[in-house]
């Protein structure tokens, strides 16, 4: 009997417990957002030398932690520094083979039948945003600009080619930097946000097609989707 009314006493003060006001001051002091993000892009080559073009769907992936500070009483504004990984191919008709120890590039001829030409690009990103947006602590929907600057590593370039008679891959190719950084903005309601990254780095810091040098800019346009 002793021990059945200690239950019901421990029930009691549950229950007490649980009717108490929450403290909205100091949730509102603690909150912050957006802090896991993903994101697809299709991928669109600027700067090309003459004769390259893209071909089919080109695509990217983005994940990632970013820690969101808020610089406002309203914890409306906030700097957002992260880190992140990526991963970008294009598919498009440049074909970089080597030979005796040389990278070679030119085009696909007109008229040949291939399986595959893409260029893979893999990331490891350091981005920082400036962020407003209308959030209070009740709620997770809302409206969000978020602007920032990205630098990346490149872990590994891949390109791969594949027709009918031949099939050779080239990894981490150095004729590609493996510094990039570009600027971005993300803007949107609750889970979507339209997305554009626009890089400030060509692809390739050296190697020439027809006597042109490569460059190669990437403008990356999609969707991306932010996680508490």
Do not use: C
């Not at 421990?10 to 649980?18: I, M, R, W």
């Not at 994101?39 to 893209?54: A, E, H």
């Not at 027709?163 to 493996?178: G, L, M, Q, R």
């Amino acid at each position: 009997m002793r021990n059945f009314f200690i239950f019901i006493l421990f029930l009691f003060s549950l229950n007490v417990f649980s009717q108490e006001e929450p403290n909205f001051s100091a949730i509102d002091s603690l909150y912050r957002e957006d802090q896991f993000y993903f994101g697809v892009t299709y991928n669109i080559l600027n700067d090309k030398p003459v004769g390259v073009s893209q071909n089919s769907f080109s695509t990217g992936l983005n994940l990632g932690l970013l820690r969101d500070f808020p610089i406002n009483k309203k914890r409306t504004f906030a700097i957002a520094p992260g880190l992140g990984f990526s991963y970008s191919n294009y598919k498009e008709n440049l074909i970089v083979e080597d030979i005796n120890g040389t990278i070679n590039y030119e085009t696909i001829v007109s008229g040949i039948n291939y399986d595959k030409n893409k260029l893979a690009l893999y990331f490891v990103d350091l981005p920082i945003e400036f962020r407003w947006r209308t959030s209070t602590f009740e709620s997770h929907k809302f409206w969000r600009v978020y602007t920032g600057f990205k630098v990346s590593y490149l872990l590994l370039s891949q390109s791969r080619y594949i027709d009918v008679d031949k099939s050779f891959k080239i990894n981490n190719n150095t004729d590609i930097n493996k510094i990039h950084y570009g600027a971005y903005v993300s803007a949107g309601y609750n889970s979507w946000n339209l997305y554009a990254y626009y890089g400030l780095q060509n692809i390739f810091k050296s190697g020439s097609l027809n006597g042109n040098p490569i460059g190669l800019g990437t403008l990356n346009i999609g969707l991306m989707f932010y996680i508490l």
